[in-house]
């Protein structure tokens, strides 16, 4: 059984908790070594985005994992047990039902804004986003940091204003319930733990993953380099992690490395 964590260290301000979880495993630290920052001055998104959050309102973690008897066409599959893990936890600790958060293709954490307003993007509001990073010796898997950013205890009037009509928090989700991050964090390492031990035997929550993604049935819009593709999305090809997207064209499968960004429109 994998121990998770192996480490885990609290920091008041880092410039991104996925630097130093590589470094720790860089040096020999083993799997599954955890960093967790208040602040960080130099937070990573997606696609080279940066990914910022006021002090006490984010839970921002990175898991540092040494997978190397997992095929890299499969390294996508950390993000997606990480993201799971996150979105239980978050339901329980928010006191939200079952079913009340979901994914955005791939591995975003979305809330459904109750009231539809002028301006969001087919309703699905982000309340956290994954970004995963690896590392290859020869054709292996050498280390894979996935690194989670919650919005947790930040209240709506406090969004930037370029993204209050795309984001919300946990506390918005739940009506202003308080959750606490480090109990939020307990709760998800011990759902990674169970998912984590199922992906090294073999299994992958496909089922999970597949029905809890909230773009299937809905009009995408998905920038893949210097293209804009629109259509229904279908579903996820658990396989490969593709985004199926029935277009004029007929389907497409959408690799989430070569995204620049996807966005529900209907
Ligand atoms: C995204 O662009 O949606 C992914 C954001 C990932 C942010 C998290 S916060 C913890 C970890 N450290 C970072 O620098 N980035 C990730």
Same mark, same amino acid.
């Given at each position: 059984m994998t121990r998770v964590p192996s480490r885990l260290e609290r920091f @008041? #301000?880092?410039?991104?908790t996925q630097r130093i979880v590589a470094a720790w495993l860089a040096s020999g630290t083993p799997e599954v070594a955890v960093a967790v920052a @208040? #602040?960080?001055?130099q937070g990573r998104g997606r696609q080279g985005r940066s990914w910022t959050a006021p002090p006490g309102s984010g839970l921002l973690v990175s898991f540092g994992f040494?997978?190397?008897?997992?095929?890299p066409s499969h390294a996508w599959r950390l993000g997606a047990i990480v993201a799971l893990a996150m979105l239980d936890a978050a339901e329980d600790e928010a006191g939200l039902?079952?079913?009340a958060l979901g994914l955005k293709w791939p591995n975003d954490l979305v809330h459904e804004r109750p009231q539809p307003v002028e301006g969001g993007h087919g309703d699905l509001l982000k309340l956290a986003g994954v970004l995963g990073e690896s590392t290859l010796r020869g054709e292996r898997l050498s280390t894979v940091v996935v690194g989670i950013g919650v919005n947790v205890d930040?209240?709506?009037?406090?969004?930037?204003a370029e993204l209050a009509t795309t984001m919300t928090s946990l506390r918005e989700a739940s009506g202003g319930r308080p959750v606490d991050r480090d109990a939020l964090l307990d709760a998800a390492l011990a759902r990674l733990e169970a998912r984590y031990e199922s992906l090294r035997s073999g299994r992958f929550d496909s089922a999970a993953w597949s029905l809890r993604q909230?773009?299937?049935?809905r009009e995408v819009e998905v920038a893949v380099g210097g293209a804009t593709l629109r259509g229904i999305a279908s579903g996820v090809d658990p396989e490969t992690g593709a985004l199926l997207v029935e277009t004029a064209a007929g389907t497409q499968a959408i690799d989430s490395g070569e995204v620049v960004r996807c966005r529900v429109v209907g």
């Open positions: @008041d #301000v880092v410039d991104s @208040d #602040v960080q001055e040494t997978p190397d008897w997992l095929d039902r079952d079913g930040w209240a709506a009037a406090g969004f930037p909230r773009t299937t049935g």
